[in-house]
Nanobody
Framework: VQLQASGGGSVQAGGSLRLSCSAS????????IGWFRQAPGKEREGIAC????????DYSRSVKGRFAISRDATKTTVYLQMNSLKPEDTAVYYC???????????????????WGQGTLVTVSS
């Protein structure tokens, strides 16, 4: 049972990246899936979440309007489309499951259940 985050890389400010989160050993569609990030010297920050059944989404103010979270048609992958990237978006990005289909508040990073390994996003000015 594990999550796999991928898609990180280096990009210039204003550019775009798409991160992917896939699962093995369980059905991703049954859980709320969140994206989180941690910059050097900073606390982990919840930035987006998509619920498991009705696909309700939630975003932090820092990314709302620039990032979009979605599930693919087969419900096996959750994406984070990141547009208009800024240098302050530089961080290690993680995906994590909620304990059920409903997204917990983004600020409650500690109550997420299963975490994937991080993928590094670097945005240069």
């Amino acid at each position: 049972v594990q999550l796999q985050a991928s898609g990180g890389g280096s990009v210039q400010a204003g550019g775009s990246l798409r991160l992917s989160c896939s699962a093995s050993g369980f059905a991703l569609a049954d859980y709320g899936i969140g994206w989180f990030r941690q910059a050097p010297g900073k606390e982990r920050e919840g930035i987006a979440c998509i619920s498991g059944h009705d696909e309700t989404t939630d975003y932090s103010r820092s990314v709302k309007g620039r990032f979009a979270i979605s599930r693919d048609a087969t419900k096996t992958t959750v994406y984070l489309q990141m547009n208009s990237l800024k240098p302050e978006d530089t961080a290690v990005y993680y995906c994590a499951t909620d304990v059920g289909p409903v997204c917990a508040p983004l600020s409650l990073t500690s109550i997420r259940d299963l975490w994937g390994q991080g993928t590094l996003v670097t945005v240069s000015s």
